[in-house]
């Protein structure tokens, strides 16, 4: 499930020199995150409905078994189908079987974090099949072969002119002196040949944002009403779900998109938010004919009672993303994970395994901001530490991380020695650093000195002083 | 207060070694406010390093040596609200599983205070009686602000400092890019973001920057040196025990 080559280690110099990736997320704090705060603020009882939410969640995965058996009935009552995948493999094959079945030639494709989990597109057109994205973001990545770089703004990354070319680029059928400076014109082109598409689509995928027990429905948020016509146009509808995205109750599912709308992108709700049960009836105007429910575990279960069970809430809202200062700084891509961020950070280990992982999150400074903004409430500091107990255990943490502490907690368990240390060490560099007060180098201290001073100790220990001083002599 | 609190003072391994002063100063603060200040000598490392890299039991080992060291006062107060956070939100979890310490973690865990918050919540200090005649901004670090809440206490102090004009930071709430060893695992983004909180705290106009945790500290002034900023940075403490005739945090002497 790598999304790119690369650690975030390597990856960050690219991004940090990339002014148009820089521009970008220097907006998320006018965007994103200026905007949650004020529909935070508006709903007086935000807070409780964060908590509220959390319990439905524990409460579902408590008891996730049986609520995926009233589902599958539901679902089978009202003449869907559905189909159980264990794996990622399983997930391609059961989706490539569907749309063999059906004939298909050309896939509509709403955004789906799941198709990008299971690397889907790249399975279906190695089997001759063409896949669309019709979620405008989704599609300007695909024409430029690129993963997202977030997890609801794939195309976070991207300014104006750089969607023009990859739109001159790819059209190949229009003129290629037409103006594309405006947003406007962007969008008309998509719309027009997205348009094409969905007409011709002989199967229509999406994911969903919840899976309601009590009717068999899901639930789709959008902002562009992709997903709608990705759902009702084409004859096959598939839904990729992946287990946890159960909810009990259309009033729990609302529960849920009051607080992901406001949390992503600090809307009261997305412009459409939909509910499906079944495929077409009799009588009804549209609706595709045959209805699948792909439902992905892909490690999910494995996660259950484990210290990582609490991830299983995430509704992929984006907040922590959105409020990371190391998202902030490098982006998505340079995760090399389809998710990112400290939902990525837990997440991408858990489904992935640490052994090639492990340095996501390790990549965090804890400031805690993902869990304040959290809107279920997941202790993502919690879970990457509890991944760096993991590694550390397993010695995947790097050798020189792990002599650093090593020799930091042999010393720090002998106060007499540490004692020693500090007190010959400190006036030894105080008297190194002289006048200046500061080192601008020092062996040893590169990964500080090279952009930043380091410093220089006042000379004796705090300790040492203390003591002169309670013995009545001067500090 | 009834009698005088005795306070066990935790200088912290940075404020020990690096800037004794800070150590100081919050033993003349909680003085002034009437405690009995003491400093255990086996006083080492709260375990921070240890923990958030994954060795989770040599940061058992240091959370039993710190209770060990501290269990008798009243009270343990620390300039610092990553080491406060440290010993307050996390010992009792760290331990709960050991017969011997997990009652102890809590009880210590719930006498433990970060300097500036127990000088407002506990002493109910309500105006320090210093004098600053700068401009300054305060930065609010990670831990003291989401693990231990602390955001007005600071404010409230510093505003009764005479001669004293105190500036927000547009992004307060962002973290500087120290991050404990974080700043050396990946210094690339950690100067990205000190970069960011640096060219906010010049923003303000201020001419000094406060924070309650030298490693922000270090990190901040560390960043401003290099660039040539005359901004000063100190640790909170200092300037409400007019602690400030000496050079500032990585100035020269
Ligand atoms: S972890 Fe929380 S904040 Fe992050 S995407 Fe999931 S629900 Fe949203």
Redo the contacts with the bound molecule.
């Keep these: 499930m790598r999304s790119r080559p690369g650690s975030i280690k390597s990856n960050t110099g690219a991004a940090l020199a990339d002014p148009v990736l820089q521009e970008a997320l220097a907006k998320l704090k006018t965007g994103f995150q200026a905007k949650r705060k004020i529909a935070a603020a508006n709903l007086p009882e935000f807070d409780a409905l964060r908590d509220q939410a959390r319990d439905m969640k524990r409460a579902v995965l408590d008891d996730l078994d049986s609520y995926l058996e009233i589902f599958e009935s539901k679902v089978i009552e009202q003449g869907g189908q559905v189909h159980w995948a264990e794996t990622a493999q399983d997930a391609r094959d059961i989706v490539l079987a569907i749309c063999k079945k059906a004939n298909a030639k050309l896939i509509a494709k709403g955004k789906s974090m799941i198709s990008e989990e299971i690397m889907l597109n790249h399975w279906l057109e190695e089997h001759g099949l063409e896949v669309v994205e019709t979620d405008l973001g989704e599609y300007i990545i695909q024409l430029r072969k690129e993963p997202p770089s977030h ?1 609801i703004a794939p195309a976070i990354h991207l300014n104006r002119k750089q969607v023009a070319s990859a739109f001159k680029e790819r059209h190949k059928e229009l003129d290629g002196d037409r103006p594309l400076d405006e947003p406007r014109a962007l969008l008309d082109e998509a719309r027009a040949i997205l348009r094409q598409k969905f007409l011709a689509a002989d199967v229509g995928i999406t994911g969903a944002n919840f899976l309601v027990a009590e009717t068999g429905s899901f639930v789709l948020v959008t902002n562009e009403g992709n997903g709608d016509l990705t759902q009702t146009l084409p004859r096959v509808h598939i839904v990729l779900a992946s287990i946890e995205k159960l909810v009990p109750t259309l009033e729990a599912a609302s529960l849920a998109v009051r607080l992901l709308a406001r ?1 992503a992108t600090g809307q009261e709700m997305t412009s459409y938010t939909t509910v499906t049960t079944g495929p077409k009836r009799a009588g009804d105007l549209d609706g595709p004919d045959e209805f699948h429910i792909v439902l992905l575990d892909n490690g999910r279960t494995a996660m259950m009672g484990g210290p990582f069970e609490d991830m299983l ?9 959105n409020h990371c200062p190391v998202y902030g700084a490098i982006g998505g891509h340079a995760y090399a994970s389809f998710y990112c961020g ?2 990525g950070a837990v997440l991408t280990p858990a489904l992935a395994g640490l052994e090639d992982w492990a340095e996501m999150p390790d990549a965090s400074t804890f400031c805690g901001r ?1 869990e304040q ?4 409430r ?1 202790p ?1 500091p919690r879970m990457m530490r509890a991944w760096r107990e993991r590694a550390f255990e397993r010695a995947i943490t790097p050798a020189a991380t792990r002599f650093g502490l090593g020799v930091w907690g042999f010393v720090a368990r002998r106060p007499w020695l540490y004692r020693t240390l500090v007190n010959l060490g400190m006036p030894l560099l105080a008297m190194l650093a002289g006048k200046r007060g500061r080192f601008a180098q020092l062996p040893l201290a590169s990964g500080w000195t090279k952009s930043r001073d380091l410093p220089a100790p006042e000379g004796k220990t705090f300790l040492a002083q203390w003591e002169a001083y309670k013995k009545g002599g001067q500090r | 207060m009834a009698k005088e609190p005795r306070v066990g003072l935790f200088a912290t391994c940075l404020v020990d070694a690096m800037r004794p002063q800070i150590g100081f100063a919050a033993a003349k603060l909680l003085e002034d406010a009437g405690c009995i200040v003491e400093v255990p000598p086996s006083q080492t490392c709260c375990g921070q390093p240890a923990y958030n890299n994954g060795d989770r039991e040599t940061a058992r080992a240091l959370a039993r040596q710190v209770i060990d060291a501290f269990k008798e006062y009243d009270y343990v107060v620390v300039p610092s609200g990553s080491c406060a956070g440290m010993i307050h939100a996390h010992y009792p979890a760290l331990l709960a599983d050991d017969p011997n310490y997990a009652a102890l973690a809590l009880s210590l865990a719930s006498r433990t205070y970060e300097l500036v918050s127990f000088l407002v919540r506990v002493l109910k200090l309500e105006r320090a009686t210093a004098s600053y005649g700068e401009a300054v901004a305060y930065h609010d670090s990670c831990s003291g602000l989401r693990e231990l809440g602390i955001k007005d206490e600071p404010r409230q102090l510093l505003a009764g400092v005479d001669g004293l004009e105190l500036r927000e930071l547009a992004g307060a709430e962002e973290c500087c890019g120290f991050g404990g060893t974080f700043c050396v695992k990946y210094p690339d983004i950690s100067t990205k973001m000190v970069n960011d909180k640096v060219a906010d705290i010049e923003a303000t106009g201020a001419t000094t920057i406060l924070a309650g945790d030298l490693g922000c500290l270090m990190n901040i002034a560390g960043r401003l040196k290099r660039k040539g900023s005359g901004v000063k940075a100190r640790h909170v403490a200092e300037v409400l025990a007019g602690f400030v005739g000496g050079p500032a945090i990585g100035e020269e002497r």
Excluded: D, E, H, Y
């Design positions: 997890i949390s809430r995430c509704i992929r809202c984006a907040a922590c993303i400290p939902m993902c903004v959290c809107p279920m997941i993502l």
